[in-house]
């Protein structure tokens, strides 16, 4: 079982980090991490290779995850998608992207930037469980609970853990993991938003 969750986890952040322009990994792109929010949220209940090979359908449809201009989107738009077949067609969650995008904005008006607030909640290695054997944490539900307050959909606990290894916050790899190694060291170097440096 362990290696099959790793071997999931693997297949999440290699598709980032391979197909993601200059190997955005850890992220810090808005566009990026509006997607891959958005993308977990579509994931619940399903296989998530059945989001990787709509990926470039969900771009299209989504506008490149621009949350600026998923925020005007109207009810033509959610039954424009409600045809899509590049894209899950799941009405719950197409408006939650788009009531999302709303949030999102209202968010960097006090946040100054996506990237920064969600960086708030990384969490210290030492207050994380030994790896591939918890699927939230105490930074997934602070940052879930957190993005509900302010009426975010699709983001509970278990999709934001899986969001926040995805995007480079939380390293939950295998010990013996060769990947792990390689997601340190892109951590180390990584100059996180919001903390003085640009």
Not at 63 to 69: C, N, Q
Not at 124 to 131: F, G, N, R, V
Not at 157 to 172: E, H, K, R, S, W
Not at 178 to 193: E, N
Request: charged share 30%.
């Amino acid at each position: 079982m362990e290696r099959n969750v790793a071997a999931g986890a693997n297949l999440r952040r290699n598709f980032y980090l391979i197909t993601t322009k200059n190997g955005d990994f850890p992220c810090r792109t808005t566009s990026v991490l509006f997607e891959k929010l958005s993308l977990e949220g579509f994931q619940s209940g399903l296989s998530w290779r059945t989001i990787l090979v709509k990926r470039e359908g969900f771009r299209k449809a989504f506008l490149g995850f621009d949350f600026h201009k998923i925020a005007l989107f109207t009810e033509d738009d959610v039954a424009r998608l409600l045809k899509d077949e590049n894209i899950v067609r799941h009405r719950g969650k197409i408006e939650a992207v788009i009531n999302n995008a709303k949030k999102a904005q209202e968010l960097v008006k006090t946040a100054g930037s996506l990237a920064a607030y969600i960086w708030s909640f990384e969490p210290d290695a030492e207050d994380l469980a030994k790896p591939q054997t918890a699927s939230t944490s105490a930074a997934s539900e602070a940052l879930s609970k957190a993005l509900k307050k302010q009426g975010w959909k699709f983001v509970g606990p278990t999709t934001v853990y899986a969001f926040m290894q995805a995007m480079g916050l939380i390293n939950d790899h295998a010990e013996e993991c060769f990947v792990r190694t390689q997601v340190d060291d892109a951590r180390k170097a990584f100059r996180r938003p919001g903390r003085g440096r640009k």
